[in-house]
């Protein structure tokens, strides 16, 4: 179904890709605009750390495939600079400021806003790791120098946060393979904590789990906030739980001229 919109703000350069035939199809960061005038906080800044990160997700079966990021943070928050009177450019711009790039899993992505996101938002206000930045590791097992990228680094402090995912994880080859990924990590003089499902969806294991990272980065653990408690338990069902289901931008996958 087609719906007509009318907008008094004109829309500045590189809003549109152009299809030709007189076909335009919205940019990512117009997309995000549109997206976010009728979605939540949560569900907006998911969408952001989906188009500007390294994964989508097929709308027939839910599979995650491997595609180069469509966007950043970084252009998003410009964007909605120049567009600052249309409707959903605020809560565009606030999920700017909370998404993360480069993720390869949604769950990477909640779990580096639960841990980074500030406390009056519900989260810990940890500082916002690197996802998937690549690193030249020893791996002593193969005897050469190989590029490891830990799902989520804090790079100054050499800490790393590994999600295992039973769906990719399972399999002797699989564990044997990520266990020398770890020890890679570890060689290298990381100190490597990994988190599964379980722990993540159950916030009592989740606190504890940002404890220990918290105190890794002589951060503290629980932010100062008189009623973070309460604010964590709305933002980890909203995050956790967030509607994955909602309809997908369409974004062309070649490259097309921007105008």
Not at 36 to 54: I, K, P
Not at 126 to 148: M, Q, S, Y
């Amino acid at each position: 179904m087609c719906t007509r919109k009318r907008m008094n703000e004109p829309f500045p350069a590189g809003s549109f890709f152009d299809c030709g035939n007189g076909v335009l199809i919205a940019s990512p960061e117009l997309c995000m605009i549109h997206y976010a005038e009728q979605a939540s906080l949560w569900q907006t800044t998911l969408l952001c750390c989906e188009l500007f990160g390294r994964y989508a997700i097929t709308p027939a079966d839910r599979k995650l495939i491997v595609r180069p990021a469509l966007s950043s943070t970084e252009a998003l928050s410009a964007y909605c600079a120049r567009m600052s009177r249309m409707p959903g450019v605020k809560n565009a711009s606030r999920a700017a400021k909370l998404a993360v790039d480069n993720s390869y899993s949604p769950m990477e992505s909640k779990l580096a806003l639960l841990l980074s996101a500030p406390g009056s938002r519900g989260c810990f206000g940890l500082p916002r790791p690197t996802l998937n930045k690549e690193i030249l590791v020893h791996d002593a097992a193969l005897g050469r120098e190989v590029i490891r990228k830990p799902d989520l680094l804090w790079e100054g402090r050499r800490i790393a946060l590994e999600y295992e995912s039973s769906e990719h994880h399972e399999g002797e080859t699989n564990i044997d393979r990520d266990s020398r990924r770890r020890n890679a990590l570890v060689h290298q003089g990381l100190t490597l904590y990994t988190a599964t499902a379980a722990q993540v969806y159950d916030q009592g294991s989740m606190k504890a789990l940002v404890r220990t990272i918290a105190l890794s980065l002589k951060m503290r653990p629980v932010p100062r906030v008189a009623d973070f408690p309460e604010r964590f338990a709305r933002a980890h069902v909203e995050i956790m739980h967030a509607d994955d289901d909602s309809p997908r931008p369409s974004i062309p996958r070649a490259p097309l001229p921007l105008q």
